[in-house]
């Protein structure tokens, strides 16, 4: 946890391959980010550099003006909108005498806050301790023991650093541990649901995922207009009678510069994004949809999800203007337009039916008597359109996706004898 910070003033380096726009947009989402700790913001300043600089990252002089205004306004930690290098952190903190962050620390500071699940906690904490890890010769950084995160103590010695790098490392593998065991808990969740057609929805914070979902599964899960609202992913049975049953998942939001730590730390709540037949990419159609679109698609690259049929949705109409409403209809002519906080997701619904019925096939089998004992699994990976108990055997046809179809004439061999249509 961040300790005695009240105001923050907001760094942002301008380099030549930056839009000015990116760079505003960029900061105004860190000030929100910022703001969400608990924290005012001061002032924001950005400097237009050809490079950045490797040792301080901003040039001698406006470290002298970034150091004035600290005193000015009265402000006591500066927050960088990129990543900074340890060595640079470090430098920063000794030639402003303040608490230097970087995105990447807000961001984990705000996860570890809102972490519910064990696994979340766990995983968070593990990316904290090992971001901290080589920054931890910083004079004003001190490790919190409680939870990895840090606050702020002056004059810490060579004696504390080493201790808390002996402390760090051991933390690090006690987490490893404790994640791997509820990997294996997972996993046997995950063959219990192998039967599942499975949906996830996925896109940039706060865009209205979890909305989406509880109106999608009369839930009620938590919704919340702020960043990182879900840490945590939620499954919850979109169609009841429906088989294959069809699952529906929420999980973390996106958000650019997504560390590459946190991506890494939550692989396997992600999983449920990579394991999925069909993505829901929902998007705030008020916000700067191009860079959200973009952001989530980089996301699910990096996570491998990217060959993953993908239905955009657009959320949150009720506020978007009709002129907009008509520009992103004309480019996105495949999109689906939903205002889910008021539970006007009927067209969704359909598109996600009609994306399932699509892909069906058909087909009939036989199954002799003496393998009746597996009509439970049919009956789980498939829809069962007909049945006839016969002298020769049990004529089923069958519905379901051709690879739940596939995986059935694998479970069944020799037994799953199909007939011409
Ligand atoms: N006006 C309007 N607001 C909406 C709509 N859907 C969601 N919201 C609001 O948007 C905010 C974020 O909604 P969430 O469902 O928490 O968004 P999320 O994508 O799950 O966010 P994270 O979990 O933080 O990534 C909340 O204040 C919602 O009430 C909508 O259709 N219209
Ligand atoms: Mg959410």
Known sequence: MFSGWHRALLLSLQLPEDADAQVQDSLEELHLLVESL???VGDRIVQTRPQIHPA?????????????????????????????SPKQQQNLEQQL?????????????IFARNARSRAAQLQIQLAQSEYLFPRLVGMWQHLDRERGGIGLSR????KQIGKDRHYLQRRIAKLRTELSRLERERVTQKKRRAHCLRVSLVGYTNAGKSTVMNALTNSDLLVEDRLFATLDSTTRLLEAGSRPK????????????LPTELIKAFQSTLET????????????????????????????????ANCIPVQLVFNK????????????????P?????????????????????????????????????????????YEWSRVDHIDYREEGILMTLTSLPGYLNRLRHHLAPNFTELPA
């Open 38 to 40: 608990g924290c005012e």
């Open 56 to 84: 301080t990252f901003f040039g001698k002089g406006k470290l002298g003006f970034i150091k004035d205004t600290l005193h000015r306004l009265d402000a006591d930690a500066v927050v960088v909108d990129r990543t900074l």
């Open 97 to 109: 005498k303040c608490l230097v962050l970087d995105r990447t620390q807000v961001i984990l500071e």
């Open 155 to 158: 004059g810490m010695g060579e």
């Open 246 to 257: 069809v699952l529906l998942s929420d999980t973390v939001g996106f958000i650019r510069n």
């Open 273 to 304: 994004v990579r394991d999925a037949d069909l993505l829901l990419h929902v998007v705030d159609a008020n916000d700067d949809f191009e860079a959200h679109l973009q952001t989530t698609r980089q996301v699910l690259e990096v996570l491998g």
């Open 317 to 332: 109409t009720d506020q978007a203007d009709p002129m907009r409403l008509g520009m992103l209809k004309r480019l996105y």
């Open 334 to 378: 495949e999109a689906v337009f939903v205002s889910a906080l008021n539970g006007g997701v009927a067209t969704l619904q359909e598109r996600i039916q009609t994306f399932f019925k699509q892909r069906m096939k058909t087909v009939t089998i036989r199954l002799d008597y003496q393998h009746s004992q597996r009509l439970s699994d049919i």
